[in-house]
């Protein structure tokens, strides 16, 4: 039930981007058309980013807790996310810039791998490593989407997507320490920042796509 | 643990076929000359007709390019970050020449005096892939 929850949202996410809304989209849209199809995609965008965290989170704790099976369901589950996301994206930018940025994407999961293996072996040339590898991955995510939207600020993006790695990595330390309270605590932040990366991301969209986003 | 880390990692990308003898050191004259190009100046006046690549999002633009021999290909870097163009393939670097572009507008070029299929990639970005068919 929960994997049909969330092909349906991103299915929904991927139909307002390329346009076609259900009847109750057009009804909004109707009203304040512009105002639907912005609302859908921040919505779908959000959805898909923070369930990045969720499963992130979910691998990286099955990870250090040595239950394998668990970790290779959700890592798959991740993937899965990744790609949907990518599709996402290829369905505003086209195919080669989903197929650009699929990579790119599952660039940063494998830094986080690393670093989630360096804590796991206490290994701190290899979480340094990582960190570093993971900042140096914030530039290459902010020049992608700078390319692709001249809304986009690099800095800026690279900035969110920043916060998002330190997210991330509280996640992962506190899971490694064994305190649940803080483990769900940097869970639930680091979810909520995803929504710092998705509205703007949407607005900007919006911004250089009008009449995709207000045509309905 | 960490094998199922690393098979949950890891990202294979399909690769073609190898590059070619065109890559060693007798062969490749005009190199120095590109790179003057890639560095901004003046890679000289040349006779053969040129194509261009556009690096942008993350691709090579045309990723396939099919030139005549002697024709010279100039790369120009749109996305704001440090791409590069290597000959071969990051399986197979052998003999590999590296021209780099370090940000938004800048260009690089290179001449291609010997028929083949020659494929590049970005060494920061390995999932960029070109291929220039050389008639």
Request: glycine share 10%; charged share 20%; net charge neutral.
């Amino acid at each position: 039930m929960k994997i049909d929850c969330k092909k349906i949202i991103g299915a929904a996410m991927v139909a307002a981007w390329l346009g076609a809304g259900c009847a109750a989209n057009a009804a909004a849209a109707e009203m304040n058309p512009h105002g639907a199809m912005a609302a859908d995609l921040r919505t779908g965008l959000n959805s898909l980013f923070r369930e990045h965290v969720f499963l992130a989170a979910a691998a990286t704790g099955a990870a250090l807790g040595g239950r394998d099976g668990e970790f290779k369901a959700a890592a798959g589950a991740l993937d899965g996310n990744s790609i949907d996301i990518a599709k996402a994206i290829g369905s505003v930018y086209g195919a080669g810039a989903e197929q650009a940025f699929l990579p790119l994407w599952r660039r940063h999961i494998g830094f986080v791998v690393d670093y989630t293996v360096g804590v796991a072996t206490r290994d701190d040339a290899k979480k340094s490593k990582a960190v570093n590898d993971l900042v140096q991955y914030t530039q290459d995510f902010g020049a992608f989407l700078a390319s692709a939207n001249p809304n986009l600020p690099k800095d800026g993006v690279a900035n969110l997507v920043k916060d998002h790695v330190l997210t991330l990595k509280d996640v992962i330390d506190a899971q490694a320490s064994g305190d649940m309270s803080k483990t769900f605590t940097a869970i639930r932040n680091a979810a909520g920042h995803m929504g710092m990366i998705a509205d703007p991301l949407a607005a900007a969209i919006v911004k250089q796509f009008p009449d995709r986003f207000a045509s309905r | 643990m960490q094998r199922f880390w690393r098979s949950g990692a890891v990202l294979t990308a399909v690769i073609l076929a190898g590059s070619s003898a065109l890559f060693a050191h007798e062969e490749c004259d005009d190199i120095p000359a590109q790179k003057s190009a890639a560095s901004g100046e003046s890679a000289g006046p040349r006779s053969e007709p040129g194509a261009a690549v556009a690096i942008q999002l993350f691709q090579y633009q045309p990723g396939r390019l099919e030139i005549s021999a002697g024709a010279t290909v100039t790369w120009i870097n749109q996305d704001d970050i440090r791409h590069t163009v290597t000959l071969g393939a990051p399986e197979n670097r052998e003999g590999a020449v590296s021209l780099a572009l370090a940000g938004k507008g800048a260009t690089a070029s290179f001449t291609f005096d010997r028929p083949g299929d020659y494929e590049y990639f970005c060494e920061r970005h390995p999932s960029m892939r070109g291929q220039i068919h050389v008639q």
